[in-house]
């Protein structure tokens, strides 16, 4: 298996435009995550699902944040309008419930 | 609520020594901890997953313990290299009665292993 998935690597983009980062899960796992990275932070939460429903948004820091999981192999997080804050490295994770969280490679955002 | 605390923050030793990282966390009440490394940049690897009715994990040089009462564990690493440079996070998978996915991460520890 490829393991997780997540496109693009790198974005840089300018304040108030939308961005859409973008996870492939890995084959057979129902649960998929999204966290932000960021120094200041850590690592935290943002939302996740188990067989493509969300369970948990309550680490969405602002309605300008949104996610979908239309099916079992493919996810997005949508940030529309963005902001220099919400600079930092977003990872997707997947996993069969309660068991190994695998993470994918993270995509590193950039609002100037 | 469940908090995660990696002692210490940093750690440099030289090559070939063994080493213990630290993590603690204030609710006995987990399902799981997994440990994780990640290197600069990257996302990250998951290590030794040790579910709640064992004691430790073993893979290679690495050792995992867990003592659910004391709500601690401890990662050994065994005759260090350069290559295990990087930074060592734990997390927490709290049991709420029923199936739930929210790990809780430490902060993490930043090893150096010096050549």
């Known amino acids: 298996d490829a393991g997780v998935i997540q496109s693009p690597r790198h974005e840089v983009t300018e304040m108030g435009q939308e961005v859409t980062l973008r996870c492939k899960p890995i084959?057979?796992?129902?649960?998929l995550f999204w966290y932000r990275q960021t120094m200041m932070r850590g690592l935290e939460l943002l939302i996740y699902?188990?067989?493509?429903?969300?369970?948990?948004d309550s680490g969405m820091p602002e309605d300008r944040f949104s996610a979908k999981m239309p099916n079992a192999s493919f996810s997005t997080l949508k940030i529309q309008p963005s902001e220099p804050r919400d600079s930092a490295v977003y990872f997707c994770?997947?996993?069969?419930?309660?068991?190994?969280?695998?993470f994918g490679p993270g995509t590193r955002l950039t609002v100037t | 609520k469940q908090e995660v605390t990696q002692i210490p923050a940093a750690l440099s030793v030289p090559e070939g020594e063994n080493l213990v990282l630290n993590c603690s966390f204030t609710?006995?009440?987990?399902?799981?901890l997994q440990w994780f490394r990640q290197d600069p940049g990257k996302g990250l690897t998951s290590l030794l997953l040790?579910?709640?009715?064992?004691r430790e994990q073993t893979s290679g040089r690495l050792n995992a313990s867990l003592d659910k009462s004391s709500g601690r564990s401890t990662l050994y690493i065994a005759a260090s290299q350069p290559g295990d440079s990087a930074t060592y996070l734990c997390?927490?998978?709290?049991?709420?009665?029923?199936?739930?996915?929210?790990?809780?991460f430490g902060t993490g520890t930043l090893l150096a292993v010096q050549p």
């Open positions: 040790i579910q709640s009715s064992q």
């Open positions: 084959s057979g796992h129902n649960s």
């Open positions: 994770a997947s996993s069969v419930p309660s068991y190994e969280q695998y």
């Open positions: 997390a927490v998978l709290p049991f709420y009665g029923g199936a739930t996915n929210k790990l809780i």
């Open positions: 609710d006995s009440a987990i399902y799981n």
């Open positions: 699902f188990n067989n493509n429903v969300p369970i948990d």
